[in-house]
Structures are given as C-alpha cells and as structure tokens.
C-alpha cells in the first residue's frame, strides 16, 4: 500500500514539474495572475494589498512542491528507483513526501490569515477554486501539446 501511494505521489510531483520546466514560469505566471485576477474582480485597491501577499505565497509554494519534490525525486533515482529502496528508506521518504503536504497546508493557512482584511472570505474561496481551474487548464494545455508531438 505504502509503495503505491508513493508511486503515485511521485507520479504527480513529476508531472508537475515536467509541467513546470515544460513552459515557461514566466508565462505561466502571467496566465495565472490574469486569471485570478479575473475570477477575484480584485478592486484597484484589493490588487495592490493582494498580489504581494500572493505572490509571497505562490513563491513559497513552487519551492515547497518543486524544488523538495524534486530533491526527493533525485534521491528515488540515485537509490536505483522505489523498487529498490529498502522499507525504512522508502518509509522515510514516504515521511517527506508527507511533510511536504504538511508545509504547503502551513502556508495555505498564513496566505488566510495574511489575506484577512484584504479580501473578503468569498474572495479567498474564489481564490481556490480559481487556482485549481488554472491548474486544470494547464494540465489540458499540456495534454494537447504532447498529443500534437504525437
């Protein structure tokens, strides 16, 4: 059971960060920022109070999911692949993977508590439904780009 969901949870970080690499950070950026912007209707003033917090976050997110997961990754590798490591190294890195989870949901909350005054309890659940509408979308833009390669 450990193994598959470890699978499954490096399945996904992997993804994302061929997703990530893939297109520019640059360009995703800016797409998200119009959307969100777009699906908050942020004020002139909500904007300015807004995306320095945001993007504080956003920051702090990519390297939470990115940079760590893909440390771990690399470790999974070196080690010769998940069929390979032992249960205690698997176990551990299991654990990580886990802690990772743990600091994305940390930061989540101080974007909440950062955002309070800011933005208004609607906006922020407009803000998370925005952000996985968005990353649908990518996942879509991404799929279609490889079945062109194809």
Known sequence: MKKLVLSLVILLFTT????????????????????????LSLTSIEAEKFWPVYNEFDQKIHQIKIVKTRQLTRKIQLAGGIEKLSEAEADAVLRE??????????????LHKNLTGIISSKKMIKLLKAEQSFNKELLKRLREKRLKRN
């Open 16 to 39: 994302i960060t061929v997703v990530a690499q893939g297109i520019n950070r640059d360009r995703i950026k800016a797409l998200k920022t119009a959307h969100i912007t777009n699906a």
């Open 97 to 110: 993977f886990i802690e990772i989870d743990f600091n994305i949901a940390n930061e989540k909350k101080k």
